[in-house]
């Protein structure tokens, strides 16, 4: 099993630029989760899929983030236009489809915004 | 919604003491308490988890507790090695249905021999 696998590790971006995070969840996990981490606010949940579709964005901070679930093995996150105060690292977690069990993490994207 | 709170930010030890990290919580409905240890530069991985139907768990050197009625549940390290330094994170459901989890604000665990 290679894990939740999410491309690419890291990214410099300008400001102003499209940036695509991309996330390979695990086989047969049926919840994607992605999360955002910065050291003032810690793991922020941005928005979750159940069976690729979307439950909760309330957490995607402006129109500018969008994220989608085109099939069971990839889902995407976008941010356009990018901005500075975007800088963090994302998180890309999957988890079976039954709740109260705990997610697998991938190893997360660097954005870097200048 | 949920809320956590996580204490301390920051655990120094000696190689060989144990360990507690305490998080609090809101809602009295949550039934699910995991923690997570993330390493530099990695994601936050499961270590362990309880839920609200027993009061202690544990995995060789460490353990979680429980307490519902106070609304805390705590990660103890035991005879802590210096490959336990990392920031762990509690967490709990952000609602009834279970499905995504919220995050305490980490605590950063140096252990030094």
């Known amino acids: 099993d290679a894990g939740v696998i999410q491309s690419p590790r890291h990214e410099v971006t300008e400001m102003g630029q499209e940036v695509t995070l991309r996330c390979k969840p695990i086989?047969?996990?049926?919840?994607l989760f992605w999360y955002r981490q910065t050291m003032m606010r810690g793991l922020e949940l941005l928005i979750y899929f159940n069976n690729n579709v979307p439950i909760d964005d309330s957490g995607m901070p402006e129109d500018r983030f969008s994220a989608k679930m085109p099939n069971a093995s990839f889902s995407t996150l976008k941010i356009q236009p990018s901005e500075p105060r975007d800088s963090a690292v994302y998180f890309c977690?999957?988890?079976?489809?039954?709740?109260?069990?705990?997610?697998?993490f991938g190893s997360g994207t660097r954005l870097t915004v200048v | 919604g949920e809320n956590v709170e996580q204490h301390p930010s920051t655990l120094s030890v000696q190689e060989g003491d144990s360990a507690v990290i305490k998080c609090t919580y809101s809602?009295?409905?949550?039934?699910?308490f995991p923690w997570y240890k993330q390493e530099l530069g990695k994601g936050p991985q499961l270590i362990i988890d309880i839920r609200s139907n027993v009061g202690e768990k544990k995995d060789q050197r460490i353990a979680v507790t429980l307490n519902k009625t106070a609304k805390h549940f705590s990660l103890h390290i035991t005879e802590t090695q210096p490959e336990d330094s990392a920031v762990y994170f509690c967490a709990v459901p952000a609602n009834q249905a279970g499905t995504a989890l919220i995050f305490g604000k980490g605590t950063t665990l140096s252990v030094s021999s």
């Open positions: 086989s047969g996990h049926n919840s």
């Open positions: 977690a999957s988890r079976t489809g039954r709740t109260n069990y705990g997610y697998t």
């Open positions: 809602d009295s409905a949550s039934n699910y």
